[in-house]
Nanobody, 127 residues
Framework: QVQLVESGGGLVQSGDSLRLSCAAS????????MAWFRQAPGKEREFVAA????????YYADSVKGRFTASRDNAKNTVYLQMNSLKHEDTAVYSC????????????????????WGQGTQVTVSS
C-alpha cells in the first residue's frame, strides 16, 4: 500500500511563491510517474504537472508553464512542486498522485492514469 502525504500549502498573496512536498511511503518512487493535480471550489480536478521516471523529464499544464517546477528526490522518496508568481486562479487543493509501477505512458495527464492519491494540501492566493 502506497501512502502519499502532501505539505506546504498555505495562504499567500498574488505574486508570492510556495513549495509543496509529497512524501511517499510503502513503495519507492524510482519507477513510477508522479503528478500533481489541483481542484478549485466548484471545479473538476485538473492536471498540473507530471514527472517521468524514464528520463523523459517533466510536463506541465499550459496554465502553470513557466511558473511552476516539479522535481523529485528519489533518495527521500519525495516529489516537490515549486510554485512561483502565484495568481488568485491558482487557489485550489493540490494533490500528488502516482501511476502504476513501470507505466511508461508519457505525458500522462489523465486522472485515470494515476492509481494512488494523497489527501491534498490547500493553497489559497489572495488577489
Amino acid at each position: 500500500q502506497v501512502q502519499l502525504v502532501e505539505s506546504g500549502g498555505g495562504l499567500v498573496q498574488s505574486g508570492d511563491s510556495l513549495r509543496l512536498s509529497c512524501a511517499a511511503s510503502g513503495r519507492s518512487l524510482t519507477s513510477v510517474t508522479m503528478a500533481w493535480f489541483r481542484q478549485a471550489p466548484g471545479k473538476e480536478r485538473e492536471f498540473v504537472a507530471a514527472l517521468s521516471w524514464t528520463g523523459a523529464g517533466s510536463y506541465y499544464a499550459d496554465s502553470v508553464k513557466g511558473r511552476f517546477t516539479a522535481s523529485r528526490d528519489n533518495a527521500k522518496n519525495t516529489v516537490y512542486l515549486q510554485m512561483n508568481s502565484l495568481k488568485h486562479e491558482d487557489t485550489a487543493v493540490y494533490s500528488c498522485a502516482t501511476a502504476r509501477m513501470y507505466d511508461s505512458r508519457w505525458p500522462l495527464t489523465l486522472l485515470s492514469g494515476y492509481y494512488y492519491w494523497g489527501q491534498g494540501t490547500q493553497v489559497t492566493v489572495s488577489s
